[in-house]
Nanobody, 114 residues
């Protein structure tokens, strides 16, 4: 069974930065469109960034110009670099395939607060 392990979250002040990592085991991310999602309390999970096998990226409007998704196929790891963080970015962040998602991991909590 594919496992997703997200890490790198934490408490950061507004304007700060974080780098999230997602290690995927028992599958190969290079074959799939991969994405970072987030879910805030009381809200639906939303896609914030995606990356294709050919490294084409796409971002939700809320993430454009602040977040960067990347991947290392050799390490089977997807990253999300987040800059200029805002309180509204507070959420649990998850990674997964865009289509036919695997079982979701536990995510990593990002809290933006002064």
């Amino acid at each position: 069974q594919v496992q997703l392990v997200e890490s790198g979250g934490g408490l950061v002040e507004p304007g700060g930065s974080l780098r999230l990592s997602c290690v995927v085991s028992k599958s190969t991310i290079g074959f799939y469109d991969m994405g970072w999602y987030r879910q805030a309390p009381g809200k639906q999970r939303e896609l914030v960034a995606s990356i294709t096998p050919s490294y084409k990226t796409n971002y939700a409007d809320a993430a454009k110009d602040r977040f960067t998704i990347s991947k290392d196929n050799a390490k089977n790891t997807v990253y999300l670099y987040m800059n200029s963080l805002k309180p509204e970015d507070t959420a649990t962040y998850y990674c997964n395939r865009i289509s036919n998602s695997w079982l979701w991991g536990q995510g990593t909590q990002v809290t933006v607060s002064s």
